[in-house]
């Protein structure tokens, strides 16, 4: 269930048009089309001569130029003669759907030209059985069909001086087509009727004569993937370099147009990674394109074809084969698994490359006149509350080369018990392979650059890890004045999150001249990071004493030791 429901997500999202404006369709041209023109591949020539000589019925399948039309036609004696065709004789073109296809429209621009002294013959636009345009008398049309082409005004008369010019008949203008419907072939004939010979002289004429067409196939059989190779290339076991070729066979009824690699890893959105359209280029292996002026217009089989990401594909991808053939149907392989290492992760990169990343800073070295500063990475840095701060780094191949323009991800885990380091997203190394990227206040935060030498490998080539320390920023109020003996209550919050649930322990410190700092007392934090630390003063304590609250680091609060404001209190 799960494999069909990912083959039906991506025939949704990833259908592709056709290559006509209907599904499953596709346009055959032939000669003069528009302001294009196209060599004749698609109309055959049937030369139904009888007893007769088989040249004088003879058609022109050729359109040389945009002014060379292709004609069928019965050729008039020679000067001073006659010529007597029998009973069915024809000249004809026909255009033939492949195997498992119907034409359902055209356009076709042609010429009606008819000219017997005796009004014989007919020239006639066949479209399935029914008659579509017509010259002549066709009496051997289904019953009542030429009477239909008349009042459609497609029927352009009989006996001398018979000349439609230039029109184009298409499905839509033609009552008839559109009552047939669709059709496997078109005919154009020019022919002597059923009932009895056809006697030409010197100066009869009946040619119909083709311009330039449009037919349209419409083709429903999705092509058929015969077969994918497996255990070669970019399906081969282990490891890939990801710019391995699949190979694949398939077939269809009009052709293979396009083939592609899709990428399903996410099936809700997938990405073509790879493709080959034949129509456009580049060939088949057998060094086959499509051809639209032919009926079927691309490759029938492609055999052993092999087909390669541009761009190599990285990492643990869910992949599957799309083949889709001249009228845009389409039918997907099942899907399968690489890993592919991917594109070497930037210039000169690769394993063995060494990176040293830090917080800058500005030491000084030597004696005397020799004494100078320079500038170090340290490993570690600490900020006041509110601040953030910048990290540096190198990177180098190997050989001491820098390894400019690569992808170096930022792994961030608070220093507290029990994080995780998060990708932070990446920074790119400059041309000399340094970076640099700023670090927004916050949290005590271990920091990990790590480098994949190529983009989708698993384990990281090279890391540096940068710690750091934001000071705790302690809220804290107290009183000014408290009496002998009296108590001190002093209460306030920690200002950075997260709290730790079981809360953490603040200690209460008095300055002592000549002693420093003493701890006096202590107090644990609420959820909310609240507290309260009370001192009572002895009987004997009086003037001025100065207090803080300390923080005491705890693994489970990501901030460095920090102490609140000084509080003086008067006692007495």
């Not at 000067?79 to 492949?98: E, F, K, M, N, Q």
């Not at 298409?170 to 669709?182: F, M, N, V, Y």
């Not at 792994?411 to 507290?416: D, F, G, M, N, S």
Request: net charge positive; charged share 20%; hydrophobic share 40%.
């Amino acid at each position: 269930m799960a494999r069909r429901a990912l083959l039906a997500a991506v025939l949704g999202a990833c259908a592709l048009a056709p290559a006509t404006a209907h599904a499953g369709s596709y346009d055959v041209y032939s000669c003069k089309v528009g302001s294009a023109f196209y060599g004749n591949n698609a109309w055959v020539g049937a030369n139904n001569a009888g007893a007769g000589d088989p040249a004088f019925t003879a058609p022109d399948a050729t359109c040389a130029n945009a002014a060379d039309p292709l004609v069928a036609l019965m050729r008039p004696a020679a000067a001073g003669a006659t010529v007597a065709y029998g009973a069915s004789v024809s000249s004809a073109l026909h255009i033939d759907a492949p195997a498992n296809t119907r034409i359902t429209d055209f356009a076709l621009t042609l010429r009606h030209w008819f000219s017997t002294p005796s009004n014989v013959g007919f020239n006639l636009l066949q479209f399935g059985s029914k008659g579509v345009s017509l010259a002549g008398s066709w009496d051997s049309n289904p019953a009542g069909d030429q009477a239909a082409i008349n009042a459609e005004k497609h029927w352009y008369g009989a006996g001398a001086a018979v000349d439609s010019g230039l029109v184009t008949i298409t499905k839509a203008d033609s009552p008839q087509a559109q009552r047939q419907g669709s059709a496997t072939s078109i005919f154009l004939y020019a022919g002597c009727s059923a009932a009895g010979t056809c006697t030409f002289d010197q100066n009869s004429i009946d040619q119909l004569q083709l311009f330039g067409s449009r037919v349209t196939i419409q083709d429903d059989l999705p092509p058929d993937i015969t077969a994918v190779q497996a255990g070669v290339g970019l399906l081969a076991p282990g490891v890939r370099s990801g710019a391995e070729p699949i190979t694949f066979s398939a077939s269809d009824n009009s052709g293979i147009r396009r083939a592609e690699i899709v990428d399903v890893t996410n099936a809700a959105d997938p990405a073509v990674v790879a493709s080959e359209d034949y129509n456009t280029g580049p060939n088949t292996n057998a060094g086959t394109l499509c051809d639209y002026t032919r009926p079927r217009p691309c490759p029938a089989d492609v055999k052993n074809e092999t087909i390669a990401a541009p761009t190599p594909i990285a990492g643990h991808r869910t992949l599957l084969l799309r083949v889709t053939d001249a009228g845009g149907e389409t039918v997907v392989s099942p899907p399968f698994s690489v890993q592919a290492r991917g594109p070497l992760n930037g210039s000169n990169g690769g394993d063995g490359a060494r990176l040293i990343a830090g917080f800058p800073a500005k030491v000084f070295r030597g004696k005397g006149k020799k004494r100078h500063a320079v500038f170090v990475l340290r490993s570690s840095h600490t900020v006041s509350y509110g601040k953030g701060a910048t990290v540096r780094g190198t990177l180098k191949a190997a050989d001491g080369q820098p390894v400019g323009g690569a992808d170096v991800r930022i792994l961030v885990r608070e220093a507290r018990l029990g994080a995780q380091y998060v990708d932070r997203g990446g920074v790119t190394t400059g041309p000399d392979g340094r970076l640099i990227f700023p670090v927004p206040a916050g949290s005590s935060r271990v920091l990990r650059l790590a480098y994949r030498a190529y983009l989708g490998d698993d384990a990281y080539a090279a890391r540096s890890t940068a710690t750091l320390n934001t000071r705790a920023r302690i809220s804290v109020r107290g009183p000014k004045q408290v009496r002998r003996r009296g108590v001190a209550k002093f209460s306030g919050r920690l200002v950075g999150r997260p709290f730790p649930p079981r809360g953490i322990t603040v200690d209460l410190q008095i300055f002592q001249p000549g002693v420093g700092w003493r701890v006096f007392g202590n107090a644990r934090t609420r959820k909310s990071g609240t507290f309260t630390v009370r001192y009572h003063f002895q009987r004997a304590s009086q003037g001025r004493f100065t207090f803080r609250i300390r923080l005491r680091p705890n693994d489970a609060y990501p901030y460095s030791r920090g102490v609140s404001r000084r509080m003086r209190v008067r006692v007495g």
